[in-house]
Nanobody, 123 residues
Framework: HVQLVESGGGSVQAGGSLTLSCAAG????????MGWFRQRPGKDREGLAV????????TYADSVKGRFIITRDKAKDLVYLQMNGLQPGDTAMYYC?????????????????WGQGTQVTVS
């Protein structure tokens, strides 16, 4: 099945930046949508940014629009989340997820494959 591995998390001061990476491995035919999600302490998992890997279509949550950027390196089959202007409220476990679907939406329950997550702490 699709295996996703996130990396790039860590601790950063408020106002700083981090870039997360997601390696998707094989089975590209099982996924045409890939995205980044997060779960803050005591909160439900929320969608941040998703992209349709067949093109350049991206969708962002209002909470991160203008601060976070999702991109894909097609040659390396990596998906990135560049996070700028980080604030303590962005502290969370960040997950990469994938699905095969007609619509790439940032709804966690729509995604079939998940990574283990990478922690981001902003102080």
């Amino acid at each position: 099945h699709v295996q996703l591995v996130e990396s790039g998390g860590g601790s950063v001061q408020a106002g700083g930046s981090l870039t997360l990476s997601c390696a998707a491995g094989r089975y590209t035919y099982k996924r045409n949508c890939m995205g980044w999600f997060r779960q803050r302490p005591g909160k439900d998992r929320e969608g941040l940014a998703v992209l349709w890997i067949g093109g350049a279509t991206t969708t962002y949550a209002d909470s991160v629009k203008g601060r976070f950027i999702i991109t894909r390196d097609k040659a390396k089959d990596l998906v990135y989340l560049q996070m700028n202007g980080l604030q303590p409220g962005d502290t969370a476990m960040y997950y990469c997820a994938a699905r095969m679907g007609l619509l790439c939406d940032p709804i966690p329950s729509d995604y079939d494959y998940w990574g283990q997550g990478t922690q981001v702490t902003v102080s």
